[in-house]
């Protein structure tokens, strides 16, 4: 015990003499502005505090460390059952959600926003934490489905129902055109290069004004009808609204109450197909891929070919939330479309605990959900954000349910 | 069934094998001994098309296999249980054997199987395990059952006594005999334990340096003089 006491001193004055370093060009020093110019001052004091905090942190993370090591790292698999039924509950409980009393317009309106994440998580997870690649330009994806949209309605003329499709499949062509020269490349190297094409995207997207309207996007985007019944308060000529069709007086309401169950039945089917894909046999050659590429090769498959299909699964379903991003908004920009976006929804993945469904739903609340419930303090949201992160890891480094269930049990068998 | 002709291949600038040749003949066991770094493990992975051979040639039942692609040759009646098993450990003992048959006509999945399973009863009753916690017999067990899932004419097997108990090393040898005596399935075995893979085997190779320096049966080479010094250990038994 007394070594290991020794050895975490050791770790938190190396951390504060870290922090000091660190901290002293950019805490330390700063410009006075005294009587005969700008003179540089010190603020040596912060730099104390800085190293004095880093140190203290690292001790009382150490002793955490220590007190819990004998719990292990990650919770006992929760049984099969359990899972299931938190499922199911989940489920109902988002079901009956905008009735509730307590659910305002505000409240639906945001956890329409949250299920947006869910559904991105869930798609990316095909790509991270099935297939095994570190995707890290997702939202290009996501442009694709919104533009997509907003492109094919605006100048078409046609309905989001048909759209919706359209902006999956136009999305999973990107997913192969991009994929085909990054997926031969190895791991860390697929990070980078994705990165770099999300990036890309978004320039074209922000350049090419006469087709994408540049930085100033595209707007008065169509909103969705009910099968052909509008939510406008006057619907348009030769159509009817939803609230007089169901004989309800007119309310703003209706519109965001029923784009959140189009979210919510996007984002149950991404769970549905993933939940299908994982017991046939191109699910389980991602999941196989995942773990080693090799034995996958001396088996006949063909790498290539199965990374391409999961990369261009998972564009699919950002398309999809994509195009129900744009109708939602009624107006898109490149500016919804940066690198944060897809370190959000990587996050999700990563926190929830890569591959189990249910750990990023807890995610993207955890994420998505409380810093808009703190908006008001706005300043601090991507400090709790790093905060919240940094203690997660080092509470579970292997995600919030970091559980995989075999897909199959021998009835189920093919 | 599978003829290897002045086979040249290697890593980069590093050439690991010289020159080989060897043949294996249909309903053969046939064994390569050699000490560590031979080349044996580059052998069969050259055979499998990763790394692409420089030189020579690979013929399989008939057809030069030399420059096709790994899921290519993997296709084509030929299984490999490669070195240190590489079993998906994350996945169950089911999965993995469907993953071993992800290339076959799921019509006789089922019927692969219960072969599969018949032959290994220690896999039956651990299903729904992740492959990662067996044992290393298990694992060795389900590498090779893995392997048989596709329907194999010729079985490539790399170090199956790898880390293995000696009690373990025999059951899983009268195995190999027995998927080859009863199934006719063709093997080729790599092996540093000369041993057991000579006695099991009808004809055996012996690899130094990326050479074949030694051939003939497999009772040949284990009494002969200088493989007794080398490999046996002064002949244990
Ligand atoms: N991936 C690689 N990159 C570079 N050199 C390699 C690689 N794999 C093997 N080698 C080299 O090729 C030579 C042959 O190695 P190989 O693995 O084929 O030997 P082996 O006979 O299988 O040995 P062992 O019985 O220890 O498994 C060795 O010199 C080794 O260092
Ligand atoms: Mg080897």
Same mark, same amino acid.
């Given at each position: 015990m007394g070594g290991k006491a020794r050895a975490l001193a050791v770790d938190a004055a190396l951390g504060g003499l870290v922090a000091a370093a660190m901290a002293l060009p950019m805490l330390g020093v700063r410009l006075e502005d005294g009587a005969t110019g700008l003179s540089l001052g010190g603020r040596f004091d912060w730099v104390l505090w800085a190293a004095g905090i880093v140190a203290g942190g690292r001790l009382l993370i150490g002793a955490l460390r220590l007190t819990l090591a004998g719990r292990g790292p990650s919770l006992p698999a929760p049984p099969r059952a359990l899972i299931t039924y938190v499922g199911w509950a989940m489920v109902a409980f988002a079901l009956?959600?905008?009735?509730?009393?307590?659910?305002?317009?505000?409240?639906?309106?945001?956890?329409?926003?949250?299920?947006?994440?869910?559904?991105?998580?869930?798609?990316?997870?095909?790509?991270?934490?099935?297939?095994?690649?570190?995707?890290?330009g997702f939202v290009a994806f996501y442009a694709v489905g919104a533009y997509?949209?907003?492109?094919?309605?605006?100048?078409?003329?046609?309905?989001?129902?048909?759209?919706l499709p359209l902006a999956g499949m136009l999305a999973a062509g990107f997913g192969l055109v !991009?994929?085909?020269?990054?997926?031969?490349? *190895?791991?860390?190297? %697929?990070?980078?290069? /994705?990165?770099? &094409?999300?990036?890309?995207?978004?320039?074209?997207?922000?350049?090419?004004?006469?087709?994408?309207?540049?930085?100033?996007?595209?707007?008065?985007?169509?909103?969705?009808?009910?099968?052909?019944?509008?939510?406008?308060m006057v619907p348009p000529e030769g159509s009817r609204g939803f609230a007089e069709f169901f004989g309800l007086d007119y309310s703003a309401d209706h519109r965001v109450i029923f784009l959140y169950f189009l979210?919510?039945?996007?984002?149950?089917?991404?769970?549905?197909?993933?939940?299908?894909?994982?017991?046939?046999?191109?699910?389980?050659?991602?999941?196989? !891929?995942?773990?080693?590429?090799?034995?996958? *090769?001396?088996?006949? %498959?063909?790498?290539? /070919?199965?990374? &391409?299909?999961?990369?261009?699964?998972?564009?699919?379903f950002a398309g999809f939330a994509g195009s129900f991003f744009a109708t939602r908004q009624g107006f898109i920009s490149p500016e919804s479309f940066t690198f944060h976006e897809s370190a959000v929804i990587l996050a999700i993945v990563v926190l929830g605990g890569m591959g189990s469904q249910i750990g990023i739903v807890l995610a993207a609340l955890l994420l998505v959900g409380l810093p808009e419930w703190f908006r008001e303090l706005q300043q601090f949201r991507m400090l709790a954000f790093g905060g919240a992160m940094v203690l997660i890891m080092l509470w579970k480094p292997s995600g919030l349910l970091s559980t995989r269930e075999p897909a199959i049990r021998l009835k189920d068998a093919p | 069934m599978l003829r290897i002709e002045g086979l040249q291949s290697g890593y980069g600038r590093i050439q690991a094998l010289h020159g080989v040749d060897i043949?294996?003949?249909?309903?053969?066991i046939v064994a390569l001994v050699g000490a560590n770094g031979a080349g044996k493990t580059t052998l069969l992975m050259t055979i499998c098309g990763n790394p692409r051979a420089s030189a020579g040639r690979v013929v399989l039942a008939g057809e030069d296999i030399t420059g096709l692609a790994t899921h290519h040759i993997m296709r084509r009646g030929l299984a490999h249980s490669p070195e240190g098993r590489r079993i998906f450990p994350r996945m169950s003992v089911?999965?993995?054997?469907?993953?071993?048959?992800?290339?076959?006509d799921p019509a006789h999945f089922a019927q692969d199987l219960e072969r599969v399973l018949g032959l290994f009863p220690r896999l039956a009753e651990r299903l729904h395990q992740r492959g990662g916690t067996l044992s290393g017999g298990e694992q060795q067990m389900l590498a090779i059952g893995r392997a048989l899932m596709s329907r194999p004419k010729i079985l490539l097997l790399d170090e199956p006594s790898l880390g293995l108990a000696p009690l373990v090393?025999?059951?899983?040898?009268?195995?190999?005999?027995?998927?080859?005596?009863?199934?006719?399935?063709?093997v080729f075995l790599v092996e540093q334990n000369a041993f057991h893979a000579l006695k099991l085997a009808h004809r055996g190779y012996v690899m130094v340096n990326g050479k074949v320096t030694m051939s003939g049966t497999g009772a040949e080479l284990l009494a002969n003089e200088e493989i007794r010094a080398h490999y046996l250990g002064g002949g244990h038994g």
């Open positions: 009956i959600l905008p009735f509730l009393p307590f659910a305002g317009r505000n409240m639906v309106d945001k956890a329409t926003l949250v299920l947006i994440y869910v559904m991105l998580g869930w798609g990316l997870n095909i790509v991270v934490g099935l297939a095994g690649l570190l995707d890290l997509s949209y907003a492109l094919l309605s605006q100048t078409f003329g046609l309905s989001f129902w048909l759209c !991009l994929g085909f020269p990054v997926l031969r490349l *190895r791991g860390d190297y %697929i990070a980078i290069v /994705t990165m770099g &094409l999300g990036e890309i995207i978004r320039v074209v997207l922000q350049n090419w004004q006469d087709v994408t309207g540049g930085p100033n996007g595209i707007s008065g985007i169509e909103r969705p009808s009910f099968f052909g019944l509008s939510f406008k979210i919510l039945a996007l984002a149950l089917l991404t769970n549905l197909f993933t939940l299908r894909i994982r017991r046939l046999p191109v699910g389980r050659a991602w999941e196989a !891929l995942r773990e080693d590429e090799i034995a996958c *090769r001396s088996l006949g %498959i063909n790498p290539t /070919t199965v990374k &391409l299909s999961a990369f261009a699964t998972g564009a699919m | 043949s294996v003949a249909e309903g053969e089911l999965e993995n054997l469907q993953m071993g048959a992800a290339m076959a090393v025999r059951q899983i040898f009268e195995i190999v005999a027995e998927i080859n005596r009863e199934q006719g399935v063709t």
